[in-house]
């Protein structure tokens, strides 16, 4: 815990059983959520139709561990982060949403060509991020006894659908997690795995999965410490000063896992998402190394166009005076990424991407 320190923390509000992200949060009409996403899919339904999106697609295999740390993005918020023998995923979902939110690319890995999973870390309970079909597939054809990391007041789901209640983990903002009481039959594995820590983190946004459920459960994000590298998952959020306090809690951040959209309709999406230059701003906030955008690409959710956010984040980024030290690298889906001992990212093989 010495890469921490506690002050400036921010914590989430909790009110007649519910979260909010400041006392003076209103809770919207019931059926606004699911009336916002049919507005969304009515106005985007045929937004995406002329764009070839088949060399956005990496068919690299994937690996079942890697001794360095990799990144590899699926898409949208699902990233495998591999370390030291280790595999972590984050946010799953691999297939359509819903009928009407169909995905209109691949999954950089299919979830049948998946490494076993040692741990699922969740930001919030959104079908797009605690995937029902993918988590229950996980339990049964990837590892029986995969680690679900979740929010707060999530673990009554995963009881409710028979997984076991020993492996489902609940955290509140600012609450590390250790398993270095694990057993695992590898003594180099149990030293690295004494070297593995997850923070959950705050975020600004909301939770919710049915019609009367709003805010019911916490939403966040993550820290994952590995040695002396720190890498940030940040979930869904708005753009908020809780960038700045995480910022100061930790020594350094060497790559931020950033949503960059949906940028459009921003009036609409700025109480929940950041779009590609609030989501820079964060990245500057938060005096992060590397800068790896998800979010964005996979589903429609807005009005942005598949290269929307991506283009707007490159201009934002050119705009700055960043010195060599800040990289931006837009991955394809399913490109890996590697990162060395001195928290550098090397790409696995060159000209794939892009990197600023």
């Known amino acids: 815990m010495s890469y921490l320190n506690k002050n400036h923390r921010i914590y989430p509000h909790f009110n007649n059983g519910r979260f909010y992200n400041h006392p003076n949060e209103k809770k919207p009409p019931f059926l606004l959520s699911p009336l916002s996403m049919l507005i969304e899919w009515y106005l985007c339904r045929d937004y995406q139709k002329d764009f070839d999106l088949s ?38 979902i691999f297939g359509d949403l819903f009928p009407l939110f169909r995905r209109f690319i691949a999954p950089g890995i299919e979830i049948k060509n998946l490494p076993k999973i040692d741990f699922v870390i969740i ?19 990837n590892n029986p006894n995969v680690k679900y990391l979740v929010p707060l007041k999530d673990k009554k789901w995963f009881d409710r659908r028979s997984f076991n209640s020993l492996n489902v983990y609940e955290c509140t903002w600012w609450q590390t997690l250790k398993f270095d009481n694990l057993s695992v039959n590898n003594d180099m594995l149990n030293e690295i795995l ?33 040695k002396d590298t720190n890498i940030y ?38 109480e929940s998402h950041v779009d590609a230059e609030e989501a820079g701003q964060a990245f500057i906030d938060l005096k992060a190394k590397n800068f790896i955008p998800m979010h964005w690409g996979t589903y429609f959710f807005g009005i942005d166009n598949f290269h929307l956010p991506h283009d707007r984040l490159i201009n934002w980024w050119r705009r700055q005076d960043f010195t060599q030290n800040e990289l931006l690298h837009i991955l394809k889906f399913g490109q890996r990424k590697y990162i060395d001992s001195n928290s550098i990212i090397i790409d696995s093989y060159k000209e794939i991407g892009l990197t600023i």
């Open 233 to 270: 998952f940040a979930g869904d959020t708005a753009y908020s000063k809780h960038f700045e306090c995480i910022s100061k809690e930790f020594d350094q951040i060497d790559i931020a896992l950033m949503p960059i959209g949906p940028c459009e309709p921003h009036d609409w999406m700025k």
């Open 55 to 92: 060399n956005w697609i990496d068919n690299t295999p994937p690996i079942k561990s890697s001794e360095k740390l990799a990144i590899t993005w699926i898409g949208h918020s699902t990233f495998l982060i591999q370390v030291g023998g280790f595999n972590i995923l984050t946010d799953p």
């Open 123 to 141: 930001s919030h309970n959104h079908p797009d991020h605690m995937n029902a079909y993918a988590l229950k597939y996980l339990k049964n054809y």
């Open 194 to 226: 004494s070297e593995i820590e997850f923070t959950f983190l705050p975020a600004f946004h909301w939770s919710q999965r049915g019609l009367f459920d709003y805010n019911k459960s916490l939403w966040g994000s993550w820290m994952i410490h590995f």
